[in-house]
């Protein structure tokens, strides 16, 4: 197998762990590509969704990605010209993403798309499986992590925040959920990869997470 030179920082995590958060500062800070995996199977899900295919039917769901047009554009999200950036951020597209994200033949039919955002000067990729199946050889990996009482309360306040109704005890049972099923998953589950720097943000802020973030990443590539 060839040497890829394009340097990628794999960043993977849990539900609402402020991965992506993280993710796009670092790959700002470094003036890096950013890959959101978790929005590819969120768009899966909602293009499912939309054409009436069950989250469950592993074959109809691989055989429709191929007809997708999925672009990512000046921060924005496309599903056939469509902006879809808010649609794919609702909790019943997590969980079906969480729920198209378990079958084999999803996770193969969008590993080229994957691979196709490693382009110079470095790629910031974060998901379940970046350091573990899709970038194997990233030169920095970090598992972002915090606790799921925090995650909840984080993802309560942002709810809040928006003016919108939210219900703590319910979100933290989904996000537990979430977390079974994508841990448990035969294929790819979530896991820290064994070179992994684990990072524990439930008692940092995102400067501070950004900055323990950085320092997991050699100073050549930044
Ligand atoms: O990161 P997120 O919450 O947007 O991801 C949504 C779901 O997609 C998550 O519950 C599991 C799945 N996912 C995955 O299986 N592999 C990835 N690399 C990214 C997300």
Known sequence: MSI????????????ASGKGTVAQLVAEKLGYHYLDSGALYRIIAL????QNVDWQAEQAIATLIPQLNIKFEHGEIYLNDS?????IRTEQMGQGASKVAAHPL?????????????KAPGLVA??????????????TK???????????ERRYKQL????????????????QDRDARDSQRSVAPLQQAHDASLLETSQLNIEEAVNSAL???PANLQ
């Open 4 to 15: 890829n030179p394009i340097p990628v920082i794999a960043i993977d995590g849990p539900s």
């Open 47 to 50: 293009a499912a969704f939309e």
């Open 83 to 87: 902006n879809v950036s808010e649609k």
């Open 106 to 118: 999803v996770r193969l039919a969008l590993v080229d798309l994957q691979h196709s955002f490693r």
């Open 126 to 139: 974060d998901g379940r499986d970046m350091a573990t199946v899709i970038f194997p050889d990233a030169k």
């Open 142 to 152: 970090i598992f972002l992590t915090a606790s799921a009482e925090v995650r909840a």
């Open 160 to 175: 809040i925040n928006k003016g919108l109704e939210a219900d703590y005890q319910a979100i933290l049972k989904d996000l």
């Open 215 to 217: 320092q997991a990443i």
